[in-house]
DNA sequence: TTTATCTATGTCACTCTTGACATATTAACC
DNA sequence: GGTTAATATGTCAAGAGTGACATAGATAAA
């Protein structure tokens, strides 16, 4: 199976969802490391279904078009837990920031100190996001990540790999914006 | 122009490369934060000659087969200047190992420690590799930042972002592991 | 002499992913 | 009554990327 089969599974493993809600985590908060659009979403619960691994069924709703609320079988449950513990695929990683960087000698150092601002604060802006969220987590589930359930410390943990993420991305901008700027006058 | 094209030329603003040999900077070094394999590379320069980016010439040589040598032109070196301090487009992250981290809670914790402990340790063993490249750098090219040639310090400055994210991601791996193996016996 | 390896260049089928197209229900607003 | 938006589910063409297939010159080792 595919990761992303895998990914719908671990949403559908922590509730039971209809394409559209799954489309939905999908851009947020799931999409922060995983993402898919709907047309790879509904294809994927067909395949899903067929191999065993989810079951749906229809619930009409009130003020709202009928959906199919699909939900993960054990199978599908035991075949998450076996992918969880194996050791990740290598993708390719691929940051066209960075390769920015690499050439950036080749522009203006005023304008790529620009670009290197303005994408530090994008960084920054989603740091202040997580660190909210995070606050929240530790507000609602304990106060301490040994105190957490096993599956919100999941969560939380996925939380900070971002937090880690955003702040040293920030920084690196704000560190080679710096540079840059240095190069303008001496 | 796709973001495969301005890799390539920013090898080939720094230095003139057969395909072959782009290959090789497309695995290391600059394969660590853009990659692509050699049946990419070959229709990629194709297309950059279509469309006037670069021109290549045959080369002989003793002891090996010939080979064409890509040079940019100044319509490349125009065109990968101005790419430069474009905002990048935004891709859609997809790292595995948080979405595993994500779905841990339905492993043995002892398991998924010993995965996130792999792991660490391969993060680590990058980021001892990128210190070495760090540490050369700074002896063979001035000592520190500002006083290193423009092009230089664009080399520097993406392998610094290398070394932050080994850094913090090696770091977050021994973080859960940490509180994986703390739900073993508590 | 055969085999393996490195250099060197290319094509092709397949998978993954995206964006556009397509349709339908219901609510809210003008 | 018409428009817009949210909900809801799908298909399809095209592009990006990978792995396998294909060929060939030259060296080195067995």
Redesign the pocket.
Known sequence: M???GYAVLSLLSREDL????L?RWMERPLGYFW??????I??E??RLEDEGFVTHRVVE?????D??VFAITAEGREALKAWVTEPPVGR?P?DELILKAYSMWLAEPGAAAVLFEEQGRLHEEQLRHYKATEAWMEENWGGSPEKMDFDDFASYAALRRGIGYERDYAEWCRWVAAGLKERLSG
């Open positions: 595919r990761t992303l209809s394409g559209y809600d489309k993402s898919a659009k709907h047309s790879q509904y294809p619960l067909a709703q009130q003020g709202k078009p959906k199919k390719a691929r």
